[in-house]
């Protein structure tokens, strides 16, 4: 069974720094391309950043700069480093494979609340 476990988010003042955590368990990870999203209140879910099973990423503009997704296939794990965070950037973040037909069900995500 396909798993996805999201972890390392918090409370932060602006301008700090979180780095997220997330497992993908019961599918050869290698072969995944992987994606961060995030759903701020009343809003929908947004693509955050994507890192291809080839290593090719990608990052929403709102991000770039400040957000950096890297992957680490022997612990079948994709991180997100974030800094320079801003109050905008308050969201439940997840993670998934963002291909059409491979999208699994989504894990609980991990709060990330950056205070003014």
């Known amino acids: 069974q396909v798993r996805l476990v999201e972890s390392g988010g918090g409370l932060v003042q602006v301008g700090g720094s979180l780095r997220l955590s997330c497992v993908l368990s019961g599918t050869i990870f290698k072969f995944n391309d992987m994606a961060w999203y995030r759903q701020a209140p009343g809003k929908q879910r947004e693509l955050v950043a994507g890192?291809?099973?080839?290593?090719?990423?990608n990052y929403a503009d709102s991000v770039k700069g400040r957000f950096t997704i890297s992957r680490d296939n022997a612990k079948n794990t994709v991180y997100l480093q974030m800094d320079s965070l801003k109050p905008e950037d308050t969201a439940v973040y997840y993670c998934?494979?963002?291909?059409?037909?491979?999208?699994?069900?989504w894990g609980k995500g991990t709060l990330v609340t950056v205070s003014s």
């Open positions: 998934n494979d963002p291909r059409r037909g491979v999208m699994y069900s």
């Open positions: 890192i291809t099973n080839g290593a090719r990423i």
